[in-house]
């Protein structure tokens, strides 16, 4: 137990469908983030959060939403995804955003989409 | 571009030792992590460096070398338990972390 939960851990999805992800982090931490998680591939930072502000977007597609209603909770909003988009979905927390910024990862959601 | 290289795979033997290479190319440098991931599992955190030299904990030692760009995650007395994936990231200036695509850790008995 990292402290990050995420559900589902398994999402199965057509590509019409509108699904979300929940993240929760009960470290007290400033900062969350999610990364997108393809085999054999470096972690993918998708969207980065700071006292709830969004600090970074690294070029994702809208069809993908992020939320972050409060420092605990993250949401990724999903809709007419492709089959490429399917991967590992991994949210973590980390302190803040400077140096010695260990990050605690939940255990991801499996994404298929078909 | 950023960049960051590791060995895709390495096999060891339960009970020896194995060194885990790590290359790296960032616009600036704010330290380097590593992290490991058991298959199916979140990764966790095992070591931070951002001075040159030789962290020790227990059977795990990280080093750093940040004229060469340079890394190597050093597990000693090997348990079967270490079979997993190791991942290598650097924090740039941007304060972004850069990951590596892993290392898988296959031990055998």
């Known amino acids: 137990e990292t402290g990050v939960t995420q559900t589902p851990r398994h999402l199965v999805m057509g590509m019409t469908n509108k699904k979300s992800l929940k993240c929760e982090q009960h470290?007290?931490?400033?900062?969350m983030y999610w990364y997108k998680q393809s085999a054999k591939k470096p972690l993918e930072l998708m969207f980065v959060?700071?006292?709830?502000?969004?600090?970074e977007n690294n070029s994702v597609p809208s069809r993908f939403s992020p939320e972050c209603p409060n420092s605990s909770h993250l949401f990724l909003h999903l809709h007419t995804l492709q089959p490429e988009d399917s991967a590992l979905y991994l949210c973590?927390?980390?302190?803040?955003?400077?140096?010695?910024?260990?990050?605690?990862f939940g255990p991801g959601t499996r994404l298929t989409v078909l | 571009g950023q960049n960051i290289d590791q060995p895709t795979e390495m096999t060891a033997t339960e009970g020896a030792i194995v060194q885990i290479n790590c290359t790296y190319q960032?616009?600036?440098?704010?330290?380097l992590f590593w992290y490991q991931q058991h298959a199916g599992e979140a990764p966790t955190f095992l070591s931070y460096?951002?001075l040159d030299g030789l962290e020790e904990k227990g059977r795990f030692s990280s080093f750093l070398s940040r004229s060469k760009g340079y890394s190597y995650l050093l597990l000693k007395e090997l348990q079967m338990k270490d079979s997993a994936s190791y991942l290598c990231?650097?924090?740039?200036?941007?304060?972004?972390?850069?990951w590596g695509a892993g290392t898988k850790l296959i031990i055998k008995p």
């Open positions: 470290l007290g931490h400033n900062a």
């Open positions: 959060y700071n006292f709830k502000e969004q600090t």
């Open positions: 973590a927390s980390s302190h803040g955003l400077a140096e010695d910024n260990e990050q605690f």
């Open positions: 460096n951002v």
């Open positions: 960032t616009s600036g440098f704010n330290g």
């Open positions: 990231a650097v924090l740039d200036s941007n304060y972004q972390l850069i």
